[in-house]
Structures are given as C-alpha cells and as structure tokens.
C-alpha cells in the first residue's frame, strides 16, 4: 500500500487563512477534525448587512443579507463558544435597516462576542426609528477593540461614548464620521491611538492632542462639519493646539478638500514631520502645499491628468522636495496608478495595492512592530 504523506498541520493553517469562505464550508464538511479549523476563518470576519438578497462574500470577508443574519445569530445561541471566534464585525446598513426582532436577537448575542478586535457601524443616512442607539450597542460590551468606525448620519451619545473610549486602551485606529460636539477626552483614553479618520475638526481637536496620532484622514465631504462660509481660509480654524497636533502628523490623507478656502496651501505650515500625503484632487493651491512639506517622502495624487502635466508636477515636486521618493497619479481605471521616481522619463503603472503599504503606519520609518 503507498505510504499516505501528511500535510504538517502549520501547513493547513496556513492555506486556509487564504481560503474564500465557500472553500472553507465545504473543508469544514470534510470530517469532524477539520470542522474546528474550517471555523475559525468561517467566523473571523463577518458583515451584517441590511439587503434581502444574498450578497458575494470576498477571500476574508464573509457578507450576510439579513435573512442570513437571523440564522447565523440563532447557530451562536446555541453554540455560544462561536461567538468568541468572531474578531471582526461590520454592520452596514448603508440600504437601510433591519427588522425590529432581529435588532432585539443581535442585542443579545452581541455581549457573547468578547474576542472582538475590530467593529464597524456604518449607517449613513437620517435616523431610523428601530435603529438602536450606539450606546445601545456598545453597553455591556467587555471587548477591547484596536479598530473602531462609525458613520451614522446622526447625533451620539457624548457622554456614553467618552466613557466607552476611556476603556479602549488598545485602540489603534478610530474613525468617526457623524457629529461630535465633546470638548475633549480624558489624556489617558485610547493611549496606543496612532489612526484617526474623520470629517469634523472638533473630533481632531478632542482626540488628537494627547495622543500618539500619526496618521490622519481628513475627509471634506461634509463642510458643515468644518468651516463656516465666513472662514477665508481653513488655516483660521486651526488652533494652537491642533496646529501643535498636526506637527506630529506623517501620514495624512486628505479628501474631497475645497479649494475655495485655500486647499492644501494653509494646512502645509502645520505639518512639519509629514512624510505620506495623499490627496484627492489637482490643484495650483494644493501643488504648492506640497511643495512646502520638506519632509515628504510619499506623494499620492488620485485624479487623473494627463502624462505632459505629470511629468511636469514631478520635475517640480523632486527639484523642491529633496526627501520625496515616489509620486504617483491616478487614472481612469480606479485601481490604475501612474508611478515616477526621480530622473524617470516614463511612469510605470502599478496597482492601489503598491501605495497602500505606504500608508500603513507600521511601515513607517522607525516604528516599532507592537
């Protein structure tokens, strides 16, 4: 009889973390020693969505519509040791919400998910009426998360919310689209916080002082929640403290910002260390920003201009800026980038998956892996 050869058990493991979550059901059918191993992936990164119909999952990412929802919630009842597989967990309701019965199961199953390390509510439009409140969702809640976003179209609890964050201390990355009226956090909050993405000033002025933040997305697409239209300029809005925060900044994502209050150009002078910039849109104000940053290394342009206009801002950006390495501009492929390096008569094209390892704060220069 051939000998059967055994696959060393690192080796499995290692397979299926890339397997797609379909792969994974039909390796957990296989026999009674691969359901446990099969389960783990099955149940490490899960989204709750608010569609009738049954949704793609991708390779990490296993999306369930709702009716799905309610079935999935009934199988961790039973086994509640499930629960505890689950480290991250979206709940998008970008069209539109649940039932009231299922928000009532998903309430009392959410406390049983205590391995949770990264949990995203994303809610965009005006408040639903069954929707429950973040305080609801949170409260009696003992997981300590590194990743946390919120995007709800509403007020939140301040109060509540404040004091779930002052229990975060391992808490990395924090990203709060909805209105923020707290005047600060306590200092010792969310003391590893080093990711902050958000669309309201007052959100960076209560989080990023006392804080090691080194990454800042700034999203612009809502207005309202930055200048008033009696600001010339963005650079009036920064205060002492921000512009002293901001000094510490060295990856900074900038999106959708209004060139009527001056674009990049006022921001630049705060920003000293920044080393990653990325940002939206083309413009004389924001090229000259750029060309104020000394310390730039990274400089990522999403829109699309055409190569004679590249090969000129790049002549521009690297006879300034000594430290700048790699410019890249988008095109009209989503995924698709053009990439210069210094003395480059001709881009190379390369895909968003090349840029993002810059924007990762772990890569950074320096940083110690945690």
């Not at 210094?342 to 993002?356: C, D, L, M, R």
Request: aromatic share 10%.
């Amino acid at each position: 009889m051939q000998e059967v050869t055994k696959i060393p058990r690192e080796l499995i493991n290692r397979i299926t973390y890339f397997c797609h979550p379909s792969t994974l059901y039909c390796w957990s059918l296989v026999s009674a020693a691969c359901l446990p191993e099969a389960q783990t992936y099955l149940y490490r990164d899960i989204t709750f969505a608010s569609h009738w119909n049954e949704l793609p999952s991708s390779q990490f990412n296993r999306r369930l519509d709702w009716r799905r929802v309610t079935l999935f919630l009934a199988s961790i009842r039973q086994n509640p040791q499930l629960a505890r597989l689950i480290r991250e967990l979206t709940l998008d309701l970008a069209e539109g919400s649940w039932p009231a019965h299922l928000w009532v199961k998903f309430l009392n199953e959410i406390p049983a998910m205590t391995n949770l390390v990264r949990f995203r509510y994303i809610c965009p439009h005006a408040i639903i009426n069954n929707n429950p409140t973040l305080e609801r969702l949170l409260r009696g809640t003992t997981t300590k998360l590194r990743e946390l976003e919120i995007y709800i179209d509403s007020a939140i609890d301040h109060d509540y919310f404040a004091y779930f964050l002052s229990h975060q201390e391992d808490l990395k990355i924090l990203s709060l689209r909805c209105s923020w009226d707290l005047p600060v956090l306590q200092p010792d909050s969310c003391p590893r916080l080093e990711a902050l993405t958000t669309w309201s000033r007052r959100c960076m002025e209560a989080i990023l002082p006392e804080r090691p933040v080194v990454k800042l997305c700034w999203d612009l697409t809502r207005p309202s929640y930055w200048p008033p239209d009696d600001y010339d300029s963005i650079d009036h809005l920064i205060s002492s403290q921000l512009s002293q925060a901001l000094s510490k900044i060295r990856i900074l994502i900038l999106q959708d910002i209004v060139q009527d209050h001056g674009g990049l150009l006022p921001i630049a002078p705060h920003l000293p260390a920044l080393e990653v910039l990325e940002l939206e849109k083309h413009s004389e104000a924001n090229v000259e920003g750029v060309l104020k940053l000394a310390n730039l290394q990274i400089f990522v342009m999403r829109q699309k201009i055409n190569l004679e206009h590249q090969r000129a801002l790049g002549q521009r950006c690297f006879s300034t800026l000594t430290a700048l390495r790699l410019l890249f501009f988008g095109s009209a492929h989503q995924d698709c980038f053009s990439r210069w390096g210094q003395g480059v008569e001709e881009p190379i094209n390369v895909s968003y998956a090349e840029i993002t390892p810059f924007l990762e704060v772990e890569n950074l220069p320096g940083r110690q892996i945690q």
